[in-house]
């Protein structure tokens, strides 16, 4: 199976992703986390991101889709499911090719639909473990131990562009260019929208809903 979770910032696709590796054992490529992983190691391409991502604009689609591309192909499993990416129309079309070449293509994609008012809260009270990327919540999605990851027992931490200024302009980046891959992907019929305002097991349970049937299918 290969998926795409789209979603705003804070809808919840990081928090989905893990429970559906947990579930069908696939490989979970998260862009975000790529950039993340690359700036820590001082990489070439984590530098050239850094503004783009300081400032909730979005790292340009040439570098982006190279990037995702070669972590594709370095994958021990040919079934994944990718989060926060593609996150342009462009990036939808140049990734199809890529995979076409390759005679794959995506099998399903997961639109978590969530209210503008709901994603500041959710993405101010995200917290995130340094060590594992467990993602917690100061309110909805407590560890057992405030402040303490439960797997590594490190200190979380908050997002740099957590801060409400820059989810601002991330939410304005989301409106502007990734709501057009939605429709990039509804023109191939693999697109199911899922109610993400919901609590976390809720929305659990919709998405294992739709991967059941097509793994039946
Ligand atoms: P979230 O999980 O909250 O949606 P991400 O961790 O996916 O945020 O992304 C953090 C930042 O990394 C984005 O604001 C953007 O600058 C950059 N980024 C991540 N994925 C992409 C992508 N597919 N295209 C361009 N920029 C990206
Ligand atoms: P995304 O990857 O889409 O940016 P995350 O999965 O990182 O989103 O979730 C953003 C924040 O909201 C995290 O703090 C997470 O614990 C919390 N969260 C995720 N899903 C839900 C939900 N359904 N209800 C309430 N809080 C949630």
Same mark, same amino acid.
């Given at each position: 199976?290969?998926?795409?979770?789209?979603?705003?910032?804070?809808?919840?696709?990081?928090?989905?992703?893990?429970?559906?590796?947990?579930?069908?054992?696939? !490989?979970? *490529?998260?862009?975000? $986390?790529?950039?993340?992983? &690359? /700036?820590?190691? #001082?990489?070439?391409?984590?530098? %050239?991101?850094?503004?783009?991502?300081?400032?909730?604009?979005?790292?340009?689609?040439?570098?982006?889709?190279?990037?995702?591309?070669?972590?594709?192909?370095?994958?021990?499993?040919?079934?994944?499911?990718?989060?926060?990416?593609?996150?342009?129309?462009?990036?939808?079309?140049?990734?199809?090719?890529?995979?076409?070449?390759?005679?794959?293509?995506?099998?399903?994609? !997961?639109? *978590?639909?969530?209210? $503008?008012?709901?994603?500041? &809260? /959710?993405?101010? #009270?995200?917290?995130?473990?340094? %060590?594992?990327?467990?993602?917690?919540?100061?309110?909805?999605?407590?560890?057992?131990?405030?402040?303490?990851?439960?797997?590594?027992?490190?200190?979380?931490?908050?997002?740099?562009?957590?801060?409400?200024?820059?989810?601002?302009?991330?939410?304005?980046?989301?409106?502007?260019?990734?709501?057009?891959?939605?429709?990039?992907?509804?023109?191939?019929?693999?697109?199911?929208?899922?109610?993400?305002?919901? $609590?976390?097991?809720?929305?659990?349970?919709?998405?294992?809903?739709?991967?059941?049937?097509?793994?039946?299918?």
């Amino acid at each position: 199976m290969r998926i795409v979770l789209l979603g705003a910032p804070g809808a919840g696709k990081g928090t989905q992703c893990k429970r559906i590796v947990a579930k069908y054992g696939l !490989l979970h *490529l998260s862009s975000g $986390d790529i950039l993340r992983q &690359e /700036r820590a190691a #001082g990489s070439e391409l984590g530098k %050239k991101a850094q503004r783009y991502m300081d400032s909730g604009a979005l790292v340009p689609d040439e570098i982006i889709v190279k990037m995702m591309v070669s972590a594709i192909r370095e994958a021990p499993k040919a079934d994944f499911v990718l989060d926060g990416f593609p996150r342009t129309a462009n990036q939808a079309s140049e990734f199809d090719k890529s995979l076409a070449s390759n005679g794959e293509k995506i099998d399903i994609v !997961l639109n *978590l639909k969530i209210d $503008d008012r709901i994603v500041a &809260e /959710r993405m101010t #009270g995200r917290r995130s473990c340094p %060590k594992c990327g467990a993602v917690y919540h100061i309110e909805n999605l407590k560890p057992k131990v405030e402040g303490i990851c439960d797997k590594e027992g490190s200190k979380l931490i908050q997002r740099p562009d957590d801060s409400p200024e820059v989810v601002a302009n991330r939410l304005k980046t989301y409106h502007l260019q990734t709501e057009p891959v939605v429709d990039y992907y509804k023109n191939n019929n693999i697109v199911y929208d899922i109610d993400a305002n919901k $609590d976390a097991d809720e929305v659990g349970a919709l998405v294992f809903e739709k991967l059941d049937a097509l793994v039946k299918a």
